[in-house]
């Protein structure tokens, strides 16, 4: 008899806490309403984004990808009223807001390496570029990659209208976006190579275009197979060809041994008008002719 009444105490006891845990489902489908009742203009704006698609399912998803994913228990905040009692990544430490997004976004392998990258090291966080509640289809916070980017970048956004460029400003669409964006060379959220450079270095991700430039060639130019930056500039130049220098000035940079290419050359001379050294040396990127030696052919 008394293991019977044991028995049925213990199933009764189980019964009642097992009635007693919430249910996270039906947390995830109130959590949201909740915020909305105050804050219409954060939840109307976010239905526009990729969050915002997940949260029109909401029956469908896992608790912990409701409003308190990123803003962390709200349990407090609505009983207060008081902004203290919420977590707001906006303005949250650059650490902890980007720690936030990384819950979510450390999977990505083209964010696998924002932990001690140039953005993160001076600083910046996920909020500093991304609107969560609005932007457009990458949430950025301004409408384009290039007006996003030049904010900080001055010196780059000056480049951009010189007359020799990449077509980052020959815009193919309403959205103002150009034929290249920053992104297409550049991992913002932090590379292997240099200058946040999207490719193992700064001359793999220039041939991904410019395959006829790529070595091996049987006659090489030094400069050329180091490093495509020793001569042109990337974001733009006054020069043709985005030369960091215009030429002779360029080639004499390294060709000085006291031949015809030395000095400050004659008014008319034809190592220093037009075309300048690439009137003779017209494979300056190199040659795979038996006679081209010096470049010539």
């Not at 203009?41 to 239905?47: F, I, R, V």
């Not at 990123?70 to 720690?99: L, M, Q």
Request: charged share 20%.
């Amino acid at each position: 008899m008394n293991t019977r009444r044991i028995t049925i105490r213990i199933a009764a006891a189980l019964a009642i806490g097992w009635m007693a845990v919430p249910d996270p489902k039906a947390h995830a489908e109130s959590a949201a309403p909740v915020c909305a009742s105050c804050h219409e203009k954060q939840t109307s704006s976010l239905k526009s984004t990729a969050h915002g698609a997940r949260l029109e399912k909401i029956k469908n998803i896992a608790f912990d990808k409701t409003c308190e994913t990123c803003h962390g228990d709200g349990a407090a905040h609505v009983s207060a009223g008081d902004g203290k009692d919420i977590f707001n990544p906006g303005k949250a430490t650059a650490g902890k807001a980007s720690e936030t997004c990384m819950t979510c976004h450390s999977a990505d392998r083209n964010r696998m390496f924002w932990a001690g990258s140039a953005h993160s090291g001076k600083g910046e966080s996920c909020v500093s570029c991304h609107k969560v509640h609005g932007g457009n289809e990458t949430l950025l916070a301004k409408k384009t990659e290039m007006e996003l980017c030049t904010t900080c970048h001055k010196e780059v956004k000056a480049d951009l209208v010189k007359r020799s460029k990449h077509p980052l400003r020959d815009a193919t669409s309403k959205s103002g976006a150009g034929k290249m964006t920053c992104s297409s060379c550049h991992n913002a959220h932090g590379s292997r190579s240099e200058k946040l450079i999207a490719a193992k270095s700064i001359n793999d991700k220039c041939y991904e275009c410019h395959t006829e430039k790529q070595a091996p060639m049987l006659w090489e130019h030094a400069p050329v197979k180091e490093d495509c930056l020793t001569c042109h500039s990337p974001h733009g130049s006054s020069n043709n060809k985005m030369l960091a220098i215009k030429v002779p000035r360029l080639c004499q940079s390294c060709h000085m041994q006291g031949r015809h290419q030395s000095g400050t050359l004659a008014k008319n001379s034809v190592y220093g008008t037009n075309r300048s050294c690439l009137n003779c040396h017209a494979m300056v990127h190199g040659s795979n002719h038996p006679s081209g030696t010096v470049l010539q052919r």
